[in-house]
T-cell receptor, first 116, second 112 residues
């Protein structure tokens, strides 16, 4: 089944304790992205990757890191989490970022992170 | 950067009625406008999209209209059903094609 998976689905942690949220897709997609969802703000893009070893900042990159060593995986790293990073996080992927019909982004199920 | 405003933030309709959600955007170079539906506990899922060279697109009970001059686009759902209840997000794709900017979302409730 074609899908985007994220782990963990739920995480409660404390300020300053490094954590990684994994994201994997099995559709051979070039483009992957991380978003955070907060009430009233919609989804805001944190980082995106157009291909292996190619990553760039989105609208809200502060406090986050990413890497894209393999095409299928795009982990999100919080080196020193703070309470304002408490949010619902979504990973997404699409076939490409260019070319009509290739834009559709497929979203993972989400990771609810609480930082105390 | 790009900005997308979405209205209303909540919408309650009776089953069988129509629902309309509107979005305005700021970047006149944007060329692709998708709509996503998010059900409780799930990630958003694309339901319809439109490119900038098209004014309207329909898919069964849902339709999207785009007014490039006024920089706004709308989602229309006819004959609403309880399973249409969800949060809906509009978005715009920037000209470079590497980023989507989302609206704040609309919680649609369809009362049986």
């Amino acid at each position: 089944e074609a899908q985007v998976t994220q782990n963990p689905r739920y995480l409660i942690t404390v300020t300053g304790k490094k954590l990684t949220v994994t994201c994997s897709q099995n559709m051979n997609h070039e483009y992957m992205s991380w978003y955070r969802q907060d009430p009233g703000l919609g989804l805001r893009q944190i980082y995106y990757s157009m291909n292996v070893e190619v990553t760039d900042k989105g609208d809200v990159p502060e406090g986050y890191k990413v890497s894209r060593k393999e095409k299928r995986n795009f982990p999100l790293i919080l080196e020193s989490p703070s309470p304002n990073q408490t949010s619902l996080y979504f990973c997404a992927s699409s076939l490409s970022y260019a070319g009509f019909g290739r834009y559709e982004q497929y979203f993972g199920p989400g990771t609810r992170l609480t930082v105390t | 950067g790009e900005n997308v405003e979405q209205h209303p933030s909540t919408l309650s309709v009776q089953e069988g009625d129509s629902a309309v959600i509107k979005c305005t955007y700021s970047d006149s170079a944007s060329n692709y406008f998708p709509w996503y539906k998010q059900e409780l506990g799930k990630g958003p899922q694309l339901i319809i999209d439109i490119r900038s060279n098209v004014g309207e697109k329909k898919d069964q009970r849902i339709a999207v209209t785009l007014n490039k001059t006024a920089k706004h686009f709308s989602l229309h759902i006819t004959e609403t059903q309880p399973e249409d209840s969800a949060v809906y997000f509009c978005a715009e794709r920037n000209n470079a094609g590497n980023m989507l900017t989302f609206g704040g979302g609309t919680r649609l409730m369809v009362k049986p």
